[in-house]
């Protein structure tokens, strides 16, 4: 089954960026869109940020100006760069990929970002 591999996360201070990847492999088709999700301890989990393979890109409010999400087709990669981090942005952030209507049922291991004050 396809896999999702996140990479990237890390301890920053606030203000400081980070660029988060992930690879999906295992997939012969390219995915219709590929996303980034977020949980923070005791928090439901949240989708950040989407791009669909056009390049049409959309975010929460609480990230916009700050997180630009990208996506390399022909790698099947989808990056998440995070600047002006904030710790409210503290979380473990998971990839996910969409095929047709439905995004994967399913995760990889994630990437921890811990933003200090």
């Known amino acids: 089954q396809v896999q999702l591999v996140e990479s990237g996360g890390g301890l920053v201070q606030a203000g400081g960026s980070l660029r988060l990847s992930c690879a999906v492999s295992?997939?012969?088709?390219?995915?219709?869109?590929m996303g980034w999700y977020r949980q923070a301890p005791g928090k439901q989990r949240e989708l950040v940020a989407t791009v669909a393979s056009g390049g049409i890109t959309n975010y929460v409010d609480s990230v916009k100006g700050r997180f630009t999400i990208s996506r390399d087709n022909a790698k099947n990669t989808v990056y998440l760069q995070m600047n002006s981090l904030k710790p409210e942005d503290t979380a473990i952030y998971y990839c996910?990929?969409?095929?047709?209507?439905?995004?994967?049922?399913?995760w990889g291991q994630g990437t921890q970002v811990t933003v200090s004050s």
């Open positions: 295992r997939s012969i088709f390219s995915p219709n869109a």
């Open positions: 996910n990929a969409k095929y047709g209507s439905s995004w994967l049922g399913y």
